[in-house]
């Protein structure tokens, strides 16, 4: 492998598409947010009850914490060294001993414990990603992805992060590439993570994955009886908001950089279809804005009188232009390219 | 949406700092650009901590009547419930709740009260003599 070029900070729209992007380029594979986000696969819509986040079900917009990672060495053939510890300061000394030796890392770490966050954003959540790339006295030099400069973290903190425990425990996650292969190609990984991603939304085998949990979250929604319990039904409609995470736009933020995939697949190929579907995929995201907008009218309503149908209306039709999107690409792309 | 449609309501809890996101430049193209917030956001994340710290001051008013002690309060500040809690500390979500009892409290192992200090990120002191933070 090449020699690392000097770690530039950058930032990014999402923690471990932002990581895993520097990382690479980093090591010479240049790629964009949204191809390396679209390539791995990152896109997802999750509704399960069943797991719990404080007290609420886990809606995500896109694919487990950790995904990205283990995308990019399944499609883009790159190498990772990764590796979790049971031993606090096994960890520390060997990120010492990475970073004086030139290597920048991506680490897992807890928010609640990163005190560079907005106080308001520190909650108990444990797949934050950021990159340290140095040391100066007892500080870490951190590239944080989300932050439009770098940080500093005491090695206190930063201990804490990488142990926090609880749901998704990082246990001290640390990676960085050993090996990429720049002849990697790319036009082929495309077509192939698209078709995984379609037959995702469109085919998960499960109800809450998916068109399908869309549907399912909407029907919910409907049950919902703010009449009853004001509180829990506002409650609710603002966790489905604020599970977007750190990308911004109300669930629209991982639609939007998912149409930018599909735009920049789309031209690199020479695909009219992509560009197509990259224009639907856009669509999708204002509906999930127009979505947002109306649970956040409904959170700061002092009365009952919101209309949980007309919410779970637009969530409906945030499913149906999803649907859309993916069909479009099963029937006027998928079909016409040679994938796998 | 549109670069100029990326809402700029600089909202008090991002204190300053911008995020990154993609949208359509003039020419249609996706480009990366920032936004200083965006108020419907902002209204579903105070609306939960508002929640939170109604309940820490509930809580609160409770501890100084010997009906619960200062872990219950300072879950609540620090945004947890007791499930979470649990998780952060390792114990039981059983054992937390007992932790509330003043009685239970009062005989905490130190390890324990250590632990629960360094969640809150406080002193030992300052869990076993309460005071309201502001």
Known sequence: ?340 | MKVSEIPQDNVGTMQGEKKALYALDDRGIYTRATTSGWEAEEVVLTQVIDDFNEKAREAALRVRTNETSPVEYFMYKRWMDPLTLAQATGLFRWQVKRHFKPSVFRRLADGTLEEYARIFGVSVEALKNFHEED
């Open chain 1, 1 to 340: 492998m090449e020699d690392p070029r000097p770690l530039e900070h950058r930032q990014y729209a999402h923690c471990e598409s932002g990581v895993v992007t520097a990382l690479l380029r980093r090591q010479g594979l240049d790629l964009s947010e949204p191809m390396v986000f679209g390539i791995t696969g990152g896109l997802t819509f999750a509704y399960i009850p069943l797991i719990r986040i404080t007290n609420m079900p886990l809606i995500s917009y896109r694919m487990f914490p950790g995904s990205i990672i283990r995308g990019a060495v399944k499609t883009l053939g790159v190498e990772f060294k990764t590796k979790r510890y049971r031993d606090r300061q096994e960890a520390l000394d060997e990120l010492i001993r990475l970073i004086d030796g030139g290597t920048a890392v991506g680490l897992q770490t807890s928010v609640y414990w990163l005190p560079y966050f907005p106080p308001e954003m520190r909650f108990q959540f444990n797949a934050h990603n950021l990159i340290v790339y140095g040391r100066e006295g007892g500080e870490f030099l951190v590239s944080d992805p989300v932050f439009d400069h770098t940080v500093r973290v005491m090695a206190e903190d930063l201990q804490n992060a990488r142990f926090a425990k609880g749901t998704l425990a990082p246990k001290g996650f640390i990676y960085y590439p050993i090996r990429i292969d720049s002849s990697v190609n790319v036009q082929a990984a495309i077509g192939k993570s698209i078709k995984r991603t379609v037959h995702m939304m469109l085919y998960a085998p499960v109800p809450f994955i998916g068109v399908k949990g869309i549907r399912c979250l909407a029907r919910k929604i409907e049950r919902l009886d703010p009449h009853k319990d004001l509180r829990a039904a506002r409650l609710f409609l603002g966790h489905i908001v604020r599970m977007q995470e750190e990308i911004g736009t109300g669930g629209g933020g991982f639609r939007f950089m998912y149409a930018a995939f599909l735009q920049e697949a789309g031209r690199l190929l020479g695909s009219a279809p992509l560009g197509e579907a990259s224009r639907m995929m856009t669509e999708a995201g204002d509906m999930w804005r127009r979505f947002a907008l109306a649970c956040a009218k409904a959170c700061k309503s002092k009365t009952a009188d919101f209309d949980l149908r007309e919410i779970a209306e637009l969530l409906r039709k945030c499913a149906a232009q999803e649907k859309l999107v993916y069909s479009h690409l099963k029937s006027e792309y998928l079909s016409t390219s040679k994938t796998e």
